[in-house]
């Protein structure tokens, strides 16, 4: 089974612009979630994502969002983009039970300058 | 609100040696915690899940176990190889005050095994 696909790498932005990232789940799997990943504040919850709604949302401000799509692939975007959103974005799909375990992308490092 | 803390921040061994490593978490009506490896510039790769009816859970050469009424949780690795060299992430599933569906990471251990 191929793993938790995440597009692209690596993206280099200026202040203002906005990105979207894409994140393909393994097979199957229902729920995705996205994560920040900073030196400073660590790993950050923005929001999960089940059968096509939001079912949970971290503390971040509106210029984060996101979406799923039927075939349970995700976008994020963020808009405006500040220096302060250089981070690693993390996406983790799951099957959709309480304890199933998370399953990690490779990330998309996002550099804002 | 759910906090998880990890010790130590960074430990080093030499290779052979077996290590622990401790996560804390302060709320206990967790549904699950889960330890994970990160290399460095790449993603989370899953080692155990424990869910909150278990005490341990086992896979090679890794052991964690689960005290919730204490709130902590220890990752035990028998004969530590330099291939083991990566942080160490533990993740909380949930907490009375919490949303099932938040997941809280600690901060990482940073892990050198030493040849």
């Known amino acids: 089974k191929a793993g938790v696909t995440q597009t692209p790498r690596y993206l280099i932005k200026t202040r203002g612009q906005q990105v979207t990232l894409s994140c393909s789940p393994i097979?199957?799997?229902?729920?995705v979630s996205w994560y920040q990943q900073t030196p400073g504040q660590g790993l950050q919850f923005l929001f999960e994502?089940?059968?096509?709604?939001?079912?949970n949302k971290g503390n971040f401000p509106g210029r984060f969002s996101g979406r799923q799509f039927s075939n349970s692939r995700s976008e994020m975007n963020v808009s405006t983009l500040e220096l302060g959103d250089s981070a690693l974005y993390l996406c983790?799909?799951?099957?959709?039970?309480?304890?199933?375990?998370?399953?990690f992308g490779n990330g998309t490092r996002l550099t804002v300058t | 609100k759910q906090e998880v803390t990890q010790i130590p921040a960074a430990l080093s061994v030499p290779e052979g040696e077996n290590l622990v490593l401790n996560c804390s978490f302060t709320?206990?009506?967790?549904?699950?915690l889960q330890w994970f490896r990160q290399d460095p510039g790449k993603g989370l790769t899953s080692l155990l899940l424990?869910?909150?009816?278990?005490r341990e859970q086992t896979s090679g050469r890794l052991n964690a176990s689960l005290d919730k009424s204490s709130g902590r949780s220890t990752l035990y690795i028998a004969a530590s190889q330099p291939g083991d060299s990566a942080t160490y992430l533990c993740?909380?599933?949930?907490?009375?005050?919490?949303?099932?569906?938040?997941?809280?990471f600690g901060p990482g251990t940073s892990l050198s095994v030493i040849p």
């Open positions: 983790a799909s799951m099957s959709g039970g309480n304890n199933s375990p998370l399953h």
């Open positions: 993740a909380v599933r949930g907490g009375m005050k919490t949303s099932y569906d938040k997941v809280i």
């Open positions: 709320d206990s009506a967790i549904y699950n």
């Open positions: 994502y089940f059968s096509e709604t939001q079912r």
């Open positions: 424990i869910q909150s009816s278990q």
């Open positions: 097979s199957g799997h229902r729920s």
